[in-house]
């Protein structure tokens, strides 16, 4: 299967840990972008990046979030001292741009984070 | 900001109804919008888009048209079958990023 792949699927973990999500996006996609989904919610952009540089990140983003893009292939994004305000679904989406044109964003399956 | 309105759900239909899910947009410029589906247990999944005015994005049997006039991109599908139950977004990106900003999604349960 050559779609997006989200590890893990589902993490739980006490009120000020740390925790980090993987995604590895389409092989010959060179944007990645992570999403949040809270219930009831549609997802929500967090940052994005372009091979291995971020170009972008919302206000949601707080200083304890980082992302990271290494070599441009795989996507890590960690969370530092995690609230209960944290827990949502992860979502990770790649394309290809090329040109300013781009291809559709294809989504992994997310990973579930609850915070107790 | 960019904003995208759909209809509250959540919305239950039986085999063989008419199908319609508003979604309207605020937004500058141009975007191009879509309709994402998410199947129970499933990743989302692109439906259809358009990217500009007048357009007609269609798949599976769903069409749905992007009207500037209106800043609208209702859904449409003339027959649902038990098996299009899921959530369905509407979204619009613009600019240069792509970045997608979605609607809040409506659930449909079709029913036999």
């Known amino acids: 299967d050559t779609g997006v792949s989200q590890n893990p699927r589902h993490k739980i973990t006490k009120r000020g840990q740390n925790v980090t999500f993987r995604c590895d996006p389409i092989s010959e996609h060179n944007r990645l972008y992570w999403y949040r989904q809270t219930l009831g919610q549609g997802p929500e952009f967090l940052t994005y990046?372009?091979?291995?540089?971020?170009?972008?990140k919302s206000r949601l983003l707080s200083d304890r979030f980082s992302a990271e893009r290494p070599k441009g292939s795989f996507s890590t994004l960690e969370i530092q001292r995690t609230e209960q305000g944290d827990s949502a679904m992860y979502l990770c989406?790649?394309?290809?741009?090329?040109?300013?044109?781009?291809?559709?964003?294809?989504f992994g399956p997310g990973t579930r984070l609850t915070v107790l | 900001g960019d904003s995208v309105t759909q209809m509250e759900g959540p919305v239950t239909l039986s085999e063989e109804a008419f199908l319609t899910i508003n979604c309207t947009y605020t937004?500058?410029?141009?975007?191009?919008l879509f309709w994402y589906v998410q199947y129970p247990g499933e990743g989302l999944q692109l439906l259809l888009k358009?990217?500009?005015?007048?357009d007609k994005g269609s798949n599976k049997g769903f069409e749905a048209t992007y009207r500037k006039e209106t800043t609208s991109f209702h859904l449409e599908k003339g027959s649902v079958q038990v098996s299009d139950s899921a959530v369905y977004f509407c979204a619009l990106t613009r600019g240069s990023n792509y970045k997608l900003t979605f609607g809040k999604g409506t659930l449909l349960t079709v029913n036999p």
């Open positions: 937004a500058t410029g141009y975007p191009s």
């Open positions: 990046f372009q091979n291995e540089a971020q170009l972008e």
């Open positions: 989406a790649s394309s290809f741009v090329l040109a300013g044109v781009t291809d559709t964003q294809y």
């Open positions: 358009a990217t500009k005015a007048d």
